[in-house]
């Protein structure tokens, strides 16, 4: 008995960890810089070939591509919302039609993406194997080193982000944005800058998520959807906007995804639809939400 | 200092601003004064860029700001200190001023100015770590000040200042504002307070259904029939 609750934590803690990134990510893009962003998965897909190239063809250490990642797609997300989501804001008239446009555009460039990766990759199924060997917990629980590795770096890298927000100038600068636009613009923050700055972080920690989850599973250009909807449904879960949020409910639907998929594999995703709909009904602001 | 020619504004079809004209020199204290929804706000919001407008032009220190986003103007020394306080409600009193000197050039200087705002204003030192939502409304009207004035201003634009506040409170207020232009802070002060506002302020313009109806300075308004018909109930 003790052995199964501590083997669902534990799952339930080491899934968790990527759904709280992932959610983090798109809690920047879509609680600050308000693109519910379709194609989150698909930087986590972008994420997982990078690390698997670099490691496949190049060589390189699949822990140490998070140097690689991370910065590539930073730059790819900051990028994307200059040239694009910035202008789509410019020409909506109203904070609604913006959501509504950007979120279309995001649907195109989730099958854009998608497209690129099978012109690059091919349509086929990529995996490669490493930190592979099983470490056991006291009372028999055992788990392989690379799930354990990936939690470890999750946490590490919401950390970072965490401190980045509450000490930095910059960090400080996207909080008030988060919190009220017009306002953080008349004392002195550029929107402009800090709205694509949280779409490239969000890009970024997707991208990251990528490499951890390329870890552990096989990528394939179609993997990603799949990840966008566990990512809405844990920023709806710890409340819109809330990075904090995101983070606990993240680590929340992992333990819940853990125990269903222990009395029934079948109903995980089922359940969290089903979780997704109470909340939306009940209590639409998110648990962790005012 | 600040010159506003010919501003004409609106909400989609609907006019709210019709060529307003407003000039403000170095060292004043000039007050903007009307009747609810009369177009102070939206006057402010497209002086500081927060608001497009449909024609006319804001030169300040003499350098065209019409094509510059809230942050560079703020950057340049205004400070547009919003109606409803606009607190950042997540954050203690002391990030909430920190936020304030946000501008590159502010920020260096944090320190120095958090304490010249403390001097200013001794209960926000008292308070520093309380969360701003938990101040009185007259203390988040002195935080919304206070965090105005850590970008180091040459002009501040304060909007409504004294709204739901008791008298007591509004008087106080009012002695830190001329105190803010005594320290050689320009001030463009709006209210619907008028008589306390025009004792405080040198020169006054009043706004009627977007127009610029009266200006002059506060002498002259206060013995002025409409002024004292319209806005004091005499
Ligand atoms: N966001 C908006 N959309 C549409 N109309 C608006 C909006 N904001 C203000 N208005 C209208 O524009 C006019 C001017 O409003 P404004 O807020 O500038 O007035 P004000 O002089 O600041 O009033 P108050 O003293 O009540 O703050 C009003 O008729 C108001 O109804
Ligand atoms: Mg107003």
Redesign the interface.
């Given at each position: 008995m003790i052995e199964t609750i501590l083997n669902v934590v534990v799952d339930g803690l080491l899934i968790g960890g990527i759904y709280a990134l992932i959610a983090v990510g798109l809690s920047l893009q879509y609680g600050v810089a308000k693109v519910l962003n379709i194609a989150h998965g698909e930087f986590i897909m972008l994420g997982g070939f990078i690390t698997w190239t670099s490691y496949k063809v190049f060589g390189i250490n699949p822990l140490l591509s998070v140097a690689i990642c991370g910065p590539l797609i930073f730059v790819l997300g900051f990028v994307l919302h200059l040239a694009l989501f910035k202008r789509i804001r410019m020409t909506s008239e109203t904070e609604g039609a913006f959501e509504g446009n950007s979120m279309l555009a995001c649907f195109g460039l989730m099958f854009i993406i998608q497209n690129v990766a099978i012109l690059i990759w091919g349509a086929g199924i990529k995996g490669y194997s490493y930190l592979g060997f099983p470490v056991s917990f006291g009372g028999g629980a055992v788990f392989p080193a690379n799930r354990l590795t990936t939690l470890a770096v999750a946490v590490i890298i919401c950390i970072v982000f965490y401190l980045f927000l509450s000490r930095s100038?910059m960090g400080?600068?996207i909080?008030?944005a988060a919190?009220?636009p017009?306002?953080?613009?008349?004392?002195?923050?550029?929107?402009?800058r800090v709205l694509a700055l949280c779409f490239g972080f969000g890009a970024l920690m997707a991208g990251l998520a990528g490499t951890l989850v390329s870890m552990c599973y096989k990528v394939e250009p179609t993997m990603g959807l799949e990840y966008t909807i566990i990512a809405i449904i844990v920023v709806v879960l710890g409340g819109m906007g809330s990075i904090l949020g995101s983070f606990l409910g993240g680590i929340l639907l992992g333990l819940i995804g853990s125990l269903v998929s222990h009395i029934e594999p079948g109903l995980t995703l089922a359940s969290f639809y089903l979780i997704f709909m109470i909340l939306l009904l009940v209590k639409p602001t998110g648990i962790f939400g005012k | 200092m600040l010159k506003v020619e010919n501003i004409q504004a609106f909400y989609g079809k609907i006019q709210v601003l019709r060529d307003v004209n407003l000039d403000i020199n170095q060292g004043e204290l000039v007050a903007l004064v009307g009747a609810n929804g009369a177009g102070k706000t939206t006057l402010l919001n497209t002086i500081s860029g927060l608001m497009p407008k449909a024609s006319g032009s804001v030169k300040f220190l003499e350098k065209s700001i019409d094509n510059l986003l809230p942050s560079q103007i703020v950057e340049m020394g205004f400070s547009h200190i919003p109606e409803g306080r606009k607190l950042f409600s997540g954050m203690s009193v002391r990030e909430n001023l920190e936020m304030g000197a946000y501008p590159k050039r502010a920020w260096k200087k944090r320190e120095e100015t958090l304490r010249e705002i403390y001097n200013l204003f001794p209960i926000l030192e008292e308070r520093s770590a309380q969360f701003a939502s938990t101040l009185s409304g007259g203390q988040q009207q002195m935080l919304a000040m206070g965090r105005g004035l850590m970008s180091k201003p040459r002009l501040c634009a304060i909007d409504e200042p004294s709204n739901g506040l008791a008298p007591m409170a509004v008087l106080e207020l009012f002695k830190i504002i001329s105190s803010l232009r005594d320290q050689g802070v320009t001030v463009l002060l709006i209210e619907q307070n008028v008589k306390q506002t025009l004792e405080i302020a040198d020169r006054a313009y009043v706004l009627e259904n977007g127009r610029v109806v009266l200006e002059g300075s506060s002498g002259e308004l206060l013995e002025s029939d409409h002024i004292r018909k319209a806005y004091m109930g005499l």
């Open positions: 100038h400080k600068g909080r008030a919190q009220d017009d306002t953080a613009q008349l004392v002195g923050v550029d929107i402009n | -």
